[in-house]
Nanobody
């Protein structure tokens, strides 16, 4: 599998979750990977991205609460989500930022108030 997201779940507001995205080695080493999310009735949005060199960018809505990182030895991209809010409820996906591959099922994150 080229990109597979996992780690979602149900959490109370203020809680934390860590998502993981397993990436095929061949595309992990030289691509910018992003975490996206899609809430019911809304368009999919990019919330964080990390380049092959480790440069990160965040959407304003998650800045200061979410942290994206990469673990090269495991070909894995993480999204640490802290201080979660009900508005963060969505299906979360990982994909390449440039020339995205097919979208997998994602992982559901539900934040209760």
């Amino acid at each position: 599998v080229q990109l597979q997201a996992s780690g979602g779940g149900l959490v109370q507001a203020g809680g934390s979750l860590r998502l993981a995205c397993k990436v095929s080695r061949i595309i992990f080493v030289s691509n910018t990977v992003g975490w996206y999310r899609q809430a019911p009735g809304k368009q999919r949005e990019l919330v964080a991205r990390i380049s092959s060199g480790g440069t990160t960018n965040y959407a304003d809505a998650v800045k200061g609460r979410f942290t994206i990182s990469r673990e090269n030895a495991k070909n894995t991209i993480y999204l640490q989500m802290n201080s979660l809010e009900p508005e963060d409820t969505a299906v979360y996906y990982c994909n390449l930022v440039n020339q995205p591959r097919s979208w997998g099922p994602g992982t559901q994150v539900t934040v209760s108030s």
